[in-house]
């Protein structure tokens, strides 16, 4: 069983900053790609980014980025320290939701919520204007 911490969100001005973690417990990542997503009120959950496996970093090479963050939000992961890490800059109001870290066994980049057997709790961002 693995479990998955989320931290660092919190209230920023528009055009900030925020670094979200994922710790996981419990099992290595190693072998997981790991996703972020995240919700605002009354809308369903998407996927923002999401980093593959040392063999599986994107068909591409390259992390998965959905096109409203490109640019903005960075993934990485430290297998040796069991976390992976969103960087967020200018950050927007439309950023506000929850933010959510999942984990998918096989390690392999999917944008399906459904693919992700592990999540966290969430840590809640919030953009004021």
């Known amino acids: 069983q693995m479990q998955l911490v989320e931290s660092g969100g919190g209230l920023v001005q528009s055009g900030g900053s925020l670094t979200l973690s994922c710790v996981a417990a419990g099992t290595t990542i190693e072998h997981y790609a790991i996703g972020w997503f995240r919700q605002a009120p009354g809308k369903e959950r998407e996927q923002i980014a999401c980093?593959?496996?040392?063999?599986?970093?994107?068909?591409?090479?390259?992390?998965y980025y959905r096109d409203s963050v490109k640019g903005r939000f960075s993934i990485s992961r430290d297998n040796a320290e069991n976390t992976v890490t969103l960087q967020m800059v200018s950050l927007k109001p439309e950023d506000t939701a929850a933010y959510y870290c999942?984990?998918?066994?096989?390690?392999?980049?999917?944008?399906?919520?459904?693919?992700?057997?592990?999540w966290g709790q969430g840590t809640q961002v919030t953009v004021s204007s």
């Open positions: 999942a984990a998918r066994f096989g390690g392999t980049i999917s944008t399906m919520t459904w693919d992700y057997s592990y």
């Open positions: 980093i593959g496996d040392s063999a599986n970093i994107g068909d591409d090479g390259k992390p």
